[in-house]
């Protein structure tokens, strides 16, 4: 019997709900409600859920009250915040969704380079708070991702090399745990919850605040693209795998393979057509365009677009491309290097990539993201030199078995290549034995532990569950 079965059977009455209802600031949506599509909807378009009950919560007061209820009741229990979970760990068929959307507020103090954001805030709310002041601190990828279970996780983004993972730069938190209690969690409080939830996930209780060091950054970084034909992959590779091991700390790169936008950089010959990208970010614009020389003179490239841009400009360059909506299926791994194999292999398999939107993206680390000690955070993965992501991407039904089955068949390829484990954020539903060798036996062993101080019954499980220490 499935898990959406046993949830059926739980008996939830009229007037329990709306109880719920009445105790909320917030509000309640069920099946019956209008804007019940639209609030069960999450960013993978593959998604398709039916909650019994969505609790959209204004303040702290109400999450607890509908982690309450949602205990009481039995029902399994997702909590979200920006929808983003590529295995649709944010909403569940028959049980609640505790919706943080509403704490979104962002507080900025500028002379202590300091923002205090909700738990249910996304990046675009972020720097759009932070920006105006010169300061900004490492976000995902694309602007319309929650900031809480990003961070939770790890968070690599544009900015990482100089500034550290978003979680590095957490100073404080709070928590609603497992019991109902609002706890504080930093270098002085908590600080065995501190540690599992930079890199842990949302295995420990619901962030409601995430207080953050921010970083001096210039009205414009130096951004943007260099695009390659598929035939240059293989010497592209080599040459990058050089290059990456010198990028100054400054320097936060990606190599892509993607189809080239109809964009207006783009020349029209080009539009549609696949090929390799490197994207760079620096928000120092001298040691940025010296970095580029050698990947501007390989080849030629096809086309460039790189030049100074505000920085929110570059954070939400695949903004469209990974719109809401998006149908997906992902896997990801961690690796050390271009090596001959590892070159081989992804030019096998970005050859046999279907025509449209699926992407491979690479991104690199190292950097102030390596610099920090393993064992200094739950996040692992420090020492890898890159995080490789397969995106089986399609639009129409008839096309998702050739998506799936190339992210997959890519996926396998690299698997014996790889350093075995990957970024919990970035994959698909991954298993006990893959996080295991993800996060190291060590390390997820001291995660159970902690999660059975916070969550002995392992309430927030819809995640990449951390199993209770047995
Ligand atoms: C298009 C796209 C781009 C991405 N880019 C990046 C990137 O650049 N860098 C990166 O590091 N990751 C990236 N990710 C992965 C991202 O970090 C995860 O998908 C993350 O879960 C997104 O956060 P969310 O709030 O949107 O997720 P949700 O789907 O809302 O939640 C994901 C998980 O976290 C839990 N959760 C949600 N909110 C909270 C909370 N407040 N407290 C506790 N638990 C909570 C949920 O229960 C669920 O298990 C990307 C994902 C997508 C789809």
Not at 59 to 86: C, E, M, P
Not at 447 to 453: E, Q
Request: glycine residues 10%; negative net charge.
């Amino acid at each position: 019997m499935g898990e959406g079965q046993v949830m059926a059977q739980i008996q939830l009455s009229e007037r329990e709900v709306e109880h719920l209802r009445n105790d909320l600031s917030g509000s309640v949506i069920t099946p019956d409600d209008a804007a019940y599509d639209e609030a069960r909807k999450v960013w993978n378009g593959d998604i398709d859920r039916n909650p019994r009950v969505i609790a959209f919560c204004a303040d702290t007061k109400d999450v607890q009250t509908a982690l309450a209820f949602g205990r009481r009741s039995g029902l399994q229990i997702a909590v979200r915040s920006g929808g983003h979970s590529l295995a649709g760990h944010s909403v569940v068929d028959d049980g609640l969704v505790i919706d943080l959307r509403r704490l979104n507020q962002v507080t900025v103090d500028p002379q202590a380079r300091r923002a205090v954001v909700g738990g249910g805030a996304i990046w675009s709310e972020v720097d759009g708070a932070t920006v105006p002041h010169g300061l900004a601190v490492t976000g995902g990828h694309v602007t319309h991702t929650g900031v809480a279970a990003l961070v939770l996780g790890g968070g690599v983004g544009h900015l990482m090399r100089g500034f550290g993972l978003s979680s590095d730069n957490l100073i404080s938190a709070e928590l609603v745990t497992a019991d109902g209690q609002l706890r504080e969690a930093s270098a002085t409080k908590n600080d065995d919850l501190f540690w599992a939830i930079r890199g842990g996930g949302g295995n420990f209780g619901i962030a409601t605040k995430l207080e953050f060091q921010l970083h001096p950054l210039g009205e414009t970084v130096f951004g943007g693209l260099i695009f390659y034909a598929p035939e240059q992959g293989p010497d592209l590779m080599r040459l990058y795998n050089k290059f990456a091991k010198t990028t100054p700390d400054q320097v936060t790169t990606i190599l892509a393979y993607l189809a080239a936008p109809p964009a207006p950089f783009v020349p029209e010959q080009y539009h549609f057509k696949p090929g390799y990208a490197v994207v760079v970010v620096s928000p120092d614009h001298v040691v940025g365009e010296a970095a580029v020389k050698p990947l501007r003179e390989f080849g030629p490239p096809l086309f460039e677009m790189l030049a100074p841009m505000p920085y929110p400009v570059v954070q939400s360059l695949f903004d469209e491309a990974l719109a809401p909506g998006t149908k997906v299926y992902w896997k990801s791994h961690y690796f050390a290097e271009y090596s001959e194999d590892v070159i081989a292999a992804i030019q096998a398999n970005t050859a046999k990539m279907p025509a449209g939107p699926s992407q491979m993206i690479n991104l690199q680390l190292g950097g102030a993201v390596a610099r920090v000690p393993e064992d200094a955070t739950a996040f692992a993965g420090r020492s890898a030199g890159f995080l490789g992501m397969f995106s089986g991407i399609w639009e129409e039904a008839g096309d998702r078995d050739a998506a799936v089955a190339w992210s997959r068949g890519f996926s396998d390829a690299l698997a014996p290549l790889s350093l075995g484990g990957t970024y919990p954020n970035l994959a698909g539903q991954e298993s006990e034995e893959r996080l295991i060798k993800s996060y190291g036996r060590e390390k997820y062993a001291k995660l159970a532990r902690i999660k059975t101080k916070y969550d002995p019954d392992n309430v927030f499980r819809l995640n990449q569950n951390i199993v209770p220490a047995r």
